[in-house]
């Protein structure tokens, strides 16, 4: 175990009882449908990995809701939009950072031919590295949401509820920056308490995320 386990034992039994209880109610059905979901998607198509992208850059320091809402009402323009007509929309959306994430995604085209083949060739971290290093607005937070997403299910996803829910059990002290080296200090924890729960990663998150938001959304 890590230091934060044995330091925590009391709080960690607490973390995985609650989870626990959940795993028996209605709403893991929910879990399980939304990683068969993610384990369907369509990985053989750029279009949608690309689309897919584009959720994951949106969702930065956003409302995963309304990127969702973005998502399925501009994808098209995700494609051939020049980068201050989707600014604009995205500023018409709501969304915080409109200049920004229309620069990162009309950015990202040039990856767009590449996805299919990188992910069917490079090894999973290797996937995850390349991403981070290739696609400007991802870091491993977003590079990892997106592989969930497409049906990779051991990467965390450590976002600011998951790092509070944490932080509520005593397991983390929550940090002011999470770099490279504390995302897979934190990683590295939430791999430990899914084997604890029998659970893969990408449904571990899941859980915690409907523990802290009480919503389970992608």
Not at 111 to 139: D, F, M
Not at 142 to 148: D, K, P, T, Y
Request: aromatic letters at 10%; glycine letters at 2%.
């Amino acid at each position: 175990m890590t230091p934060q386990l044995i330091s925590n034992e009391k709080k960690v039994k607490d973390l995985i009882n609650k989870i626990e209880t959940l795993k028996k109610s209605e709403i893991s059905r929910t879990v399980n449908n939304k990683i068969k979901e993610f384990k369907n998607f369509n990985k053989k198509s750029n279009k949608e990995l690309f689309k897919e992208l584009c959720f994951c850059i949106l969702t930065a320091n956003f409302n995963a809701e309304k990127s969702i809402k973005m998502q399925e009402e501009l994808s098209d323009c995700f494609f051939t939009d020049s980068k201050e007509e989707l600014s604009k929309k995205l500023a018409e959306y709501g969304h915080r950072f409109p200049n920004t994430r229309a620069e990162y995604i009309v950015e990202s085209r040039k990856v767009k031919s590449q996805l299919e083949t990188i992910i069917q060739h490079y090894s999973k971290k290797a996937i995850r590295e390349w991403l981070v290093k290739n696609v400007k607005g991802l870091g491993y937070k977003e590079a990892s949401h997106f592989l969930r997403n497409i049906g990779f299910d051991d990467f965390a996803i450590i976002d600011f509820h998951i790092v509070d829910i944490l932080e509520s059990y005593g397991l983390i002290e929550k940090p002011q920056f999470v770099s490279k080296e504390k995302y897979i200090e934190i990683e590295e924890l939430l791999k430990k308490i899914a084997e604890h729960t029998n659970l893969t990663l990408a449904e571990l998150d899941l859980y915690l995320w409907y523990m802290e938001t009480g919503k389970i959304l992608k």
